[in-house]
């Protein structure tokens, strides 16, 4: 039997501050993150349920990013803040085209 050594570096981001100008940045890639996991789900045969169940595949958060709880919503955008801190971190720009 294998054992499992495997232990998560990730990036130290933690001296990175995101510039208020990237928030409407970061809330449309949040939307996305959940999209992109939302439709992940259904195309695996998952639905709407009031409750999660993961034999017959229901899931409450298969509703809209801007029907989520605020919970939800917040780990949508830890995982877009991480990702663009990662962004700067490894030296790339963010900029908006006009």
Same mark, same amino acid.
């Given at each position: ?18 510039? *208020? @100008?990237?928030?409407?940045?970061? @809330? ?16 695996? *045969? ?15 958060? $298969? ?7 605020? @919970? ?13 801190? $990662?962004?700067?971190?490894? *030296? ?5 085209? $006009?």
């Amino acid at each position: 039997m294998k054992t499992n050594n495997y232990t998560p570096k990730p990036i130290d981001t933690s001296d990175i501050q995101l510039p *208020g @100008e990237l928030n409407p940045l970061l @809330e449309a890639m949040a939307k996305n993150v959940h999209d992109i996991w939302a439709r992940e789900r259904i195309a695996q *045969g998952w639905i709407y349920g009031e409750k999660r169940d993961d034999v017959q595949k229901h899931h409450p958060c $298969l509703v809209a990013y801007e029907d989520l709880p605020e @919970e939800e919503k917040v780990y949508d955008r830890n995982t877009s803040v991480e990702t663009l801190k $990662l962004i700067l971190k490894l *030296g790339f720009k963010i900029e908006k085209r $006009l």
